[in-house]
């Protein structure tokens, strides 16, 4: 009898102590869950708010026509987003020498979401005393009409590239500084 009274009285202190022990990983659980759906929701509007802390700077952008003419020079027009803040020139260069051309992008917004952008880019597709037939002048494009392509910085987009008959380099496209 008496092994039985205290078998019972040590269930029932188990019992209590596991009860007590629930009550007290519920009084510290329950803030820290608190805190840690704050920090969450926190994070969650920071990057809603700011999403270029994840993408970093980028520009989208998809050619929507190109013109070639018979005198090889060439108009392309291209439209695109790109993350708030990021600016990106057009540039061309003559043996590996850059020309900066025109220039765009915007400043940071609030809130920092993605801007339209486009733009329209005129450049020769041969040198002045080359005779080229319009198929190799289209050789020379690098981009596609109606395709869409990333620019990141470090990684520019190369509209066009060719040399002429005496072996000058001749390139152009729209980079990210």
């Avoid at 708030?84 to 915007?106: E, K, L, M």
């Amino acid at each position: 009898m008496k092994f039985i009274q205290i078998c019972l009285w040590t269930m029932s202190s188990v019992a209590v102590s596991k009860r007590d022990m629930r009550a007290n990983i519920q009084k510290v659980l329950h803030p820290l869950l608190i805190a840690l759906a704050a920090g969450a929701v926190l994070c969650l509007a920071i990057v809603g708010l700011f999403p270029k802390l994840i993408t970093g700077d980028y520009c989208q952008i998809t050619i929507v026509s190109i013109h070639v003419d018979e005198r090889g020079q060439t108009e392309l027009i291209w439209k695109g987003v790109h993350s708030s803040g990021t600016s990106h020139y057009s540039w061309g260069s003559v043996n590996g020498v850059r020309q900066a051309g025109g220039g765009g992008g915007s400043g940071g917004g609030f809130p920092a979401w993605p801007v339209t952008c486009g733009a329209t880019v005129h450049f020769p597709l041969k040198s002045h005393d080359e005779d080229v037939d319009h198929a190799t002048l289209l050789n020379r494009l690098k981009v596609l009409e109606g395709e869409t392509y990333m620019i990141r910085p470090g990684k520019p987009l190369t509209f066009y590239q060719f040399r002429d008959s005496d072996g000058t380099l001749y390139e152009g496209g729209d980079e990210i500084p």
